[in-house]
């Protein structure tokens, strides 16, 4: 196969290991990366990063380019490849981690404050 997919999804699309929405998701893609689309397994597109990196996405938030192959296409550039930890965060786990955080400090506060 000899297409660019383009990512279409606001909040960026997980690159999939396999075929499958419960498939282990070896990073995010942002909106806009440009990808090489290589083969199709029902609503997934197999394809290949910028870096090398294969997984699949799914079909809805690709936008295929028609044009030539991606070798051709300016837009598709090596990037540098994802960092190996996703700092995303839900506003969950942020929220548990401020009060922790704060819980801490308050504790390390109350401790040092009554020695004194």
Known sequence: ????GKVSAVSG??????????????????????????????????VVT???ECGYLYKKHVQVIPTGPVDEN???????????????RTWAETFVTAVAIGLVAFLLI???GLSQ
């Open 13 to 46: 699309l997980h690159l999939r290991e396999h075929p499958d929405a419960n498939s282990r998701i070896l990073f995010k893609l942002q909106n806009g990366a440009l990808v090489k689309i290589d083969g199709e397994n029902g609503n997934w597109w197999q």
């Open 50 to 52: 910028a870096w090398g």
């Open 74 to 88: 300016p837009e598709f550039r090596p990037a540098l490849p994802p960092p190996l930890i996703s700092w995303h």
């Open 110 to 112: 109350w401790m040092f």
């Open 1 to 4: 196969m000899n297409k660019t």
